[in-house]
């Protein structure tokens, strides 16, 4: 079988690198490495003809981000085999699937102590994204090479204007339940956001 672990560890962190190369290998799984995507950090497809399973990964995350990412693709993996499409895409079965796939990595300390306080909090009952968690979201992202210059709309004032990646203007209005509404000054759509979107705050002033 071949051993993934030399190209692995230029993501993850060289211990855990084995790991994933071996659950690569047992899976049959394709797993690649893909541009940039603002709409999603991983995705796991099922197998549809003769594709096997597919697993896609941002490279731009950091070696935490990436390896968390990855676990929680190779759940989705791992509740397809057991389950197929009987169950919810982040159901109890998912759930229970990447509590025990992360588990060895946690016992492995690889984590920083702040990931690791967040990561056991978040496991408790792990969401559909690891960027839904608040906490554990942050302390992943303070780990980035780059310093952004981009914020979180949690952090922004009400009424408040903002840009996104795309160079779309919005203000931010209410909160309705978990997410913020916010109106598009060119379109006047509303749209809702989820509190840790990241934006970039303009002074009212510049908008043309």
Same mark, same amino acid.
């Given at each position: 079988?071949?051993?993934?672990?030399?190209?692995?560890? /230029? %993501? *993850?962190?060289? @211990? &855990?690198?084995?790991?994933? #190369?071996?659950?690569?290998?047992?899976?049959?799984?394709?797993?690649?490495?893909?541009?940039?995507? @603002? =709409? !999603?950090?991983?995705?796991?497809?099922?197998?549809? /003809?003769?594709?096997?399973?597919? *697993?896609?990964?941002?490279?731009?995350?950091?070696? %935490?981000?990436?390896?968390?990412? @990855?676990?929680?693709?190779? &759940?989705?993996?791992? @509740?397809?085999? $057991?389950? /197929?499409?009987?169950?919810?895409?982040?159901?109890?079965?998912?759930?229970?699937?990447?509590?025990?796939?992360?588990?060895?990595? $946690?016992?492995?300390?690889?984590?920083?102590?702040?990931?690791?306080?967040?990561?056991?909090?978040?496991?408790?009952?792990?969401? &559909?994204?690891?960027?839904?968690?608040?906490?554990?979201?942050?302390?992943?992202?303070?780990?980035? !090479?780059?310093? #952004?210059?981009?914020?979180?709309?949690?952090? *922004?004032?009400?009424? =408040?204007?903002?840009?996104?990646?795309?160079?779309?203007?919005?203000? !931010?209005?209410?909160?309705?339940?978990?997410?913020? /509404?916010?109106?598009?000054?060119?379109?006047?759509?509303? %749209?809702?956001?989820?509190?840790?979107?990241?934006?970039?705050? $303009?002074?009212?002033?510049? *908008?043309?």
């Amino acid at each position: 079988m071949p051993d993934f672990s030399k190209q692995l560890s /230029k %993501y *993850i962190p060289s @211990t &855990a690198a084995p790991i994933i #190369s071996q659950w690569i290998n047992d899976t049959g799984c394709r797993f690649k490495v893909t541009r940039t995507r @603002t =709409s !999603k950090l991983g995705d796991y497809r099922s197998p549809y /003809k003769d594709e096997p399973h597919q *697993i896609t990964i941002n490279h731009d995350l950091n070696p %935490y981000s990436f390896l968390i990412t @990855t676990v929680h693709e190779f &759940a989705h993996l791992k @509740t397809w085999q $057991i389950h /197929k499409n009987k169950v919810k895409p982040h159901g109890i079965e998912w759930k229970n699937s990447f509590k025990s796939l992360m588990d060895p990595f $946690i016992r492995l300390n690889l984590f920083p102590e702040d990931i690791n306080l967040a990561l056991i909090k978040y496991m408790n009952n792990p969401a &559909a994204s690891s960027c839904t968690d608040l906490n554990l979201y942050k302390v992943l992202k303070s780990y980035d !090479k780059e310093e #952004s210059e981009l914020i979180t709309i949690d952090t *922004i004032e009400i009424n =408040s204007y903002f840009s996104i990646k795309n160079g779309r203007v919005f203000q !931010k209005l209410e909160k309705l339940r978990k997410r913020y /509404k916010c109106l598009e000054v060119k379109t006047q759509r509303i %749209y809702l956001f989820h509190p840790i979107a990241e934006v970039k705050p $303009i002074d009212v002033n510049s *908008i043309p």
